[in-house]
């Protein structure tokens, strides 16, 4: 399967720069799958698709600032880090921009006492491996001279830090958020729960696996970095009963579908199995999807691995007309944009 067969064209300013204030005002476009129809709603109004005994399943994972900006030892040169994944002994992997004058053994300053020491390069995955030294906790400075990273396309300085977090953020660990749950509030989640859906929550720190392009013209060939998952045995308890009872299980955001349809085990009779784990999987058309029965999910990236998983679960050709249609009705795009709720 090609990937240009995934790609397609969005019109200058579409991508929404702010978050949508209240939250639950953004437009919600949903996709019957059986009768390939589209309908148009308010994300205020999901309770309207959601019935009694549903499994709504979210991502908690909260956003940390690891964008550090810094300067060259030597030449006072600006460089902005975007720390990836801890290596043992306090090695850090890290992206590094500009990149092209960074070689190993160059010190980066950072400020309150935070340098960093660049030892390798690794071509391959286009990652530096950093050594930092610091007095103190490393968490702690983070939290005081860290930004939060938001995807290169919003150009608008953040207001709020909250901004870039979901409402139910509570466990540190991601480079990214998982956006699909930006449109929810308290009140919703609580106006949700009053009509008797069940709501669970699941932890899949999103990486770079999230939003690492596919480099490669056949898609088959493009391997998935691998995320952290963690899903505790009171949730799995709760997501293997709504799956014996045939309830609905509604998956609240790509991370979220990849962290379900991961911890599927068919060895535990065709059952999710919990505790802590990594994920690489790699969701295309093609794949056939074994807990996840419903996609709320917002519109993304031509080309990316988001994408190609929504095409798989509504099929590629509903997902670009869909597309097609928002485009026409001004639709907000990407992270902060408008959701779509596939049933």
């Given amino acids: 399967m090609k990937l240009e067969e995934f790609d397609y064209y969005l019109p200058g300013g579409y991508i929404a720069q702010k978050p949508m204030k209240p939250r639950d005002h953004s437009r919600l476009m949903v996709l019957d799958r059986g009768s390939q129809e589209i309908r148009h709603s308010h994300f205020r109004n999901i309770v309207d698709y959601l019935k009694a005994g549903d499994l709504l ?34 090695d850090w992997e890290v992206l590094i921009k500009p990149g092209k004058s960074v070689h190993p053994g160059t010190r980066i300053i950072f400020a309150e006492g935070l340098n960093g020491v660049v030892k390798t390069k690794e071509e391959e995955k286009g990652v530096y491996l950093v050594e930092f030294n610091f007095k103190g906790d490393f968490q702690e400075i983070l939290e005081r001279i860290g930004k939060i990273p938001t995807p290169p396309y919003i150009k608008e300085e953040l207001e709020e830090k ?12 991601s480079i990214a958020a998982p956006t ?17 859906v069940e709501i669970v929550y699941i932890t899949l ?20 970095s691998a995320e952290f998952y963690s899903i505790s045995p009171e949730v799995t308890q709760k997501i293997n009963r709504a799956h ?39 969701i295309y058309p093609g794949y056939k999807f074994k807990l996840v029965e419903v996609l709320v999910t917002n519109f993304h990236l031509p080309q990316s691995t988001p994408l190609l998983l929504v095409s798989a679960f509504a099929g590629k050709d509903f997902i670009f007309r869909a597309y097609e249609e928002a485009i026409r009705e001004k639709y907000r795009f990407y992270s902060f944009g408008d959701a779509m709720m596939i049933i």
Wanted: net charge positive; hydrophobic share 35%; aromatic share 6%.
């Fill in 57 to 90: 399943v979210l991502n908690n994972t909260k956003v940390l600032p690891v964008r550090l900006l810094g300067a060259k030892e030597n030449t006072k040169g600006k460089i902005e880090i975007l720390l990836l994944n801890p290596r043992d002994g306090g």
């Fill in 162 to 173: 909250d901004d870039y977090q979901t409402v139910y953020a509570v466990e540190d660990g």
């Fill in 180 to 196: 699909a749950g930006f449109h929810f509030t308290k009140p919703l989640l609580k106006e949700i729960s009053s009509k008797g």
């Fill in 205 to 224: 720190h999103i990486g770079r696996g999230t939003f690492e392009p596919v480099r490669v013209s056949e898609i088959e060939k493009h391997k998935m």
């Fill in 244 to 282: 014996r009872e045939k309830r609905r299980i509604i998956a609240v955001g790509t991370s979220t579908t990849r962290t379900l349809e991961s911890a599927f085990n068919p060895e535990e009779g065709g059952m999710a199995s919990g505790g802590s784990n990594w994920s690489n999987l790699f």
